[in-house]
């Protein structure tokens, strides 16, 4: 892949199918580290394709189309306009075919040619691809099992989620107000170490008491579970898991169904600790608010008190002149409000 550094900063449009069922979307295609990034046109991720293991459909016919080895279902079609981007594909992809071995070779060059497509694939491909293939094959059931298994872990500097029965019921209310589109789209306040929501794989948000505590409305709580949502739905949790544990913890889950009690521990001291809260896009905002008839507002404010960095959640909130359903009755806000216990 030593021609790859000459198309780092390439860039196409495309049209994008993620499987035979599926209305093909306009994407940006861009060269990464050995691989092709797609991305939609918010400049969110959508996928990763290996540059080793990207397949042409259509040798020598416009427009090219182009799929993942082994997955013809998931395609990328790129317009003859992109010849560029085609043409940086192809050279590619020709590069990684000479690294193959061939008979007649000599046989110290085989080995060394196989060593090293062997390492390429290695060190840029199967992590990603073990990774990803768990991602598909994990059932919802077992990752809610390792989003408990990473919350017991978690309970030694969180405490025990706050339990107190009318503020638990009330909690329970709110989650049904705000619901998942998969997932367990549950929620638990915890008192301490989550800065201020975190979601498990499985789809768990943790809250901080203090969402509850510190402010006179819910729209405030219920903004930061939107957001909270959204941010899960584009990096899933559990990648987010594999991709701080690495390959082995991969390997592991594929073949035990288990990450590993130490993979658990790690990751909870690294979400309690050092893990950054992914940004989310105001655009992308203002749509969960609208979607969940949320008022952008509080929350906005919640954020900066100044309003001026948050300014387009503020000006564009979809509830400005015509107020949502309330997000919880006065009294079940009240019950939240002491779910901790004081």
């Not at 196409?12 to 199918?17: D, E, Y």
């Not at 540059?51 to 279902?73: E, F, K, L, S």
């Not at 809610?144 to 019921?169: F, K, N, S, Y």
Request: net charge negative; glycine share 10%; charged share 20%.
């Amino acid at each position: 892949m030593t021609a790859l550094s000459e198309y780092q900063r390439l860039e196409a449009q495309g049209l994008w199918r993620a499987e035979p069922g599926d209305q093909r979307r306009e994407v940006v295609v861009s060269m990464g580290n050995a691989s092709l990034i797609i991305t939609d046109m918010r400049d969110r991720a959508l996928t990763h394709w290996s540059i080793p293991a990207v397949v042409r459909a259509n040798p020598g016919q416009m427009p090219a189309i182009y799929h993942p080895d082994g997955d013809t279902g998931e395609t990328l079609e790129l317009d003859a306009a992109e010849y560029q981007m085609i043409d940086a594909i192809e050279k590619l992809r020709a590069g990684v075919a000479r690294l193959r071995p061939r008979p007649g070779r000599l046989r110290l060059g085989m080995v060394i040619g196989s060593l090293v497509a062997v390492a390429a694939l290695a060190v840029f491909w199967l992590p990603g691809a073990v990774r990803d293939h768990a991602l598909r094959v994990v059932p919802p059931v077992k990752r809610a099992q390792i989003g408990a298994a990473l919350e017991a872990q978690m309970q030694a500097v969180t405490g025990p989620p706050c339990r107190a029965p009318a503020g638990a019921a009330a909690l329970l209310r709110l989650a049904e107000r705000l619901p998942a589109r998969r997932g367990t789209g549950a929620l638990r306040v915890v008192r301490d170490g989550v800065g201020t929501t975190a979601t498990l794989p499985g789809g768990t948000i943790l809250l901080n008491r203090s969402l509850v505590e510190d402010f006179e409305e819910p729209d405030v709580v219920a903004g930061y579970i939107v957001a909270e949502r959204i941010r899960a739905r584009g990096y899933d949790p559990l990648g987010r898991l594999l991709d701080h544990a690495g390959l082995i913890a991969s390997f592991r889950l594929l073949t035990t169904g288990d990450p590993g009690t130490e993979t658990l521990r790690s990751y909870a001291e690294y979400l309690l600790t050092d893990a950054p809260l992914k940004p989310v896009d105001d655009a992308a905002l203002l749509d969960g608010f609208a979607a969940w008839s949320i008022r952008s507002t509080p929350y906005a404010y919640a954020r900066d008190v100044t309003g001026e960095t948050v300014l387009p959640l503020i000006e564009a909130d979809p509830f400005a002149a015509n107020a949502p359903p309330p997000v919880l009755s006065d009294a079940d806000w009240l019950r939240l409000q002491g779910i901790c216990g004081g």
